[in-house]
């Protein structure tokens, strides 16, 4: 399954902007919960844009707030639009959008006014497919820069506090601080890799928006080379296009006082990283791998991040061992049967559509449920092996009707540590086609 929205690093050739308010609480409020939504570690938060609720991912790799995939959302009023064109990580060249001025952005207990939104105009430009649920827009350092805002990715909610003496003490009592440094209105830390038995330190952007647990650029540093066990791979989507690079598993990555055993890192290419402004001494990313790991505190005004372990934390690093991506592609009804909770009528005689004697209480129920493609196959995969291909449509999972799975589900199948098999029926060309592979590590 596609390793969905790895990492969205934009880079807006723009003006600079206007000042712009940050988050403030209404009166009497200290402290707001929100619950979120987790998938692929990206973590997916509600928010409302001029008064319609929208479906955002957070993500302290932009600075700042944009929108797409707005055509089911046309009620949403935008304010002194101006077209403007936008580039970021990715191979291919600029697309056109709009920014926009004095949006008012909304959460309950929190409010900011006078925001600028920037809006993708190209429709092809949707998250929603390759995550599986409504995704509007990305949202960055306008969420984090003025108060402490927690991630808990064991509860799935986000916590935002007032950053006030009272609450940075609370934090303190339970939080490892760390420090970091706001660059270009993104956060970085330092760390040390283990790589080709050697120990590099490295300056990561801190990037929730990146499902991977680390990025390293190769090309940016002469003792930052792939591993020689790798495998070509799609790396996630831009704002210019899809990244590819390599994946390999290295032997270790810490910082402060944390410690990370062979984690899998990927290497994007060059062409996929040339629209991105690197701030010093900057040679990759930190994600939602290694992130998950924590109970996740940002606190932008003074530099800190703060970092409590949770359950995940020894939990192995794995990837998708199938080599097949697999994103929605609209839905379909679907028929089922649901058993009758009346009492019957003596003597009553019930008919089917076809005019033939129903002998059991049920009826026909129809829902509407996703439609799955295969968008990718990587070389030389169990799946490419097989003969599975893009454009496929997947009816079944092991013998199991498709949309009885979330995208998520998919994903966990096919990164699982066991080699399991998967048995996958499929359509192509209007023929009902069957095809098995076996997971296998080869890293």
């Known amino acids: 399954m596609k390793r969905i929205c790895t990492i969205f690093l934009f880079l807006i050739h723009i003006l600079p902007v206007l000042s712009q308010e940050g988050f403030v609480f209404d009166k009497g409020v200290e402290k707001v919960t929100v619950p979120i939504k987790l998938i692929n570690n990206l973590v997916f938060i509600p928010i409302k844009v001029n008064g319609v609720e929208l479906n955002f991912l957070l993500d302290t790799g932009v600075e700042e707030t944009i929108?797409?995939?707005?055509?089911?959302?046309?009620?949403?009023?935008?304010?002194?639009?101006?077209?403007?064109?936008?580039?970021?990580?990715?191979?291919?060249?600029?697309?056109?959008?709009l920014k926009t001025t004095n949006n008012i952005l909304e959460l309950d207990g929190l409010r900011s006014n006078h925001q600028l939104i920037y809006v993708i105009l190209d429709q092809s430009f949707n998250l929603s497919s390759q995550i599986g649920i409504p995704v509007n827009g990305i949202i960055g350092y306008q969420f984090f820069k003025d108060n402490f805002v927690r991630i808990n990715y064991s509860s799935k909610k986000v916590v935002v506090y007032k950053?006030?003496?009272?609450?940075?003490?609370?934090?303190?009592?339970?939080?490892?601080?760390?420090?970091?440094?706001?660059?270009?209105?993104?956060?970085?830390?330092?760390?040390?890799?283990?790589?080709?038995?050697?120990?590099?330190?490295?300056k990561l952007l801190i990037d929730i928006g990146n499902s991977d647990s680390v990025w390293l650029f190769q090309n940016l540093s002469d003792s930052i080379r792939v591993p020689a066990k790798n495998f070509d791979d799609f790396l996630g989507k831009g704002f210019s296009g899809d990244i590819e690079g390599k994946r390999a598993r290295i032997e270790g990555f810490s910082f402060n006082k944390y410690d990370?055993?062979?984690?899998?890192?990927?290497?994007?290419?060059?062409?996929?990283?040339?629209?991105?402004?690197?701030?010093?001494?900057r040679v990759g990313s930190i994600g939602g791998e290694i992130l998950k790991r924590f109970s996740v505190i940002f606190n932008y005004s003074n530099g800190e991040l703060f970092l409590k372990k949770n359950s995940n934390f020894n939990e192995p690093f794995t990837y998708n061992k199938s080599g097949v991506e697999i994103q929605h592609?609209?839905?379909?009804?679907?028929?089922?049967?649901?058993?009758?909770?009346?009492?019957?009528?003596?003597?009553?005689?019930?008919?089917?559509?076809?005019?033939?004697?129903?002998?059991?209480?049920?009826?026909?129920?129809?829902?509407?449920?996703?439609?799955?493609?295969?968008?990718?196959?990587?070389?030389?995969?169990?799946a490419a092996i097989c003969g599975l291909q893009v454009g496929d449509i997947v009816l079944k999972i092991n013998k199991s009707p498709v949309y009885n799975y979330s995208l998520q589900k998919i994903n966990d199948m096919f990164k699982s540590d066991e080699e399991i098999w998967i048995y996958l029926e499929v359509e192509r060309d209007s023929q009902i086609l069957d095809f098995k592979f076996q997971l296998h590590d080869i890293l």
């Open 260 to 281: 990370f055993k062979y984690p899998i890192v990927a290497f994007p290419d060059s062409s996929s990283i040339k629209n991105v402004r690197m701030v010093q001494n």
């Open 329 to 382: 592609n609209g839905l379909q009804w679907v028929q089922e049967t649901v058993k009758l909770e009346t009492v019957p009528i003596s003597g009553a005689v019930t008919f089917d559509s076809r005019g033939e004697k129903v002998t059991d209480n049920f009826k026909y129920k129809f829902q509407l449920k996703p439609i799955y493609e295969i968008s990718n196959v990587r070389k030389n995969s169990p």
């Open 67 to 97: 929108l797409f995939s707005l055509e089911e959302n046309q009620e949403v009023s935008f304010y002194n639009s101006e077209k403007i064109t936008l580039k970021g990580l990715g191979s291919e060249e600029a697309i056109e959008g």
């Open 163 to 202: 950053n006030n003496s009272s609450n940075r003490k609370k934090i303190e009592k339970k939080y490892d601080k760390t420090g970091i440094t706001i660059e270009k209105q993104k956060p970085y830390l330092t760390g040390n890799i283990a790589i080709n038995k050697s120990n590099v330190a490295v």
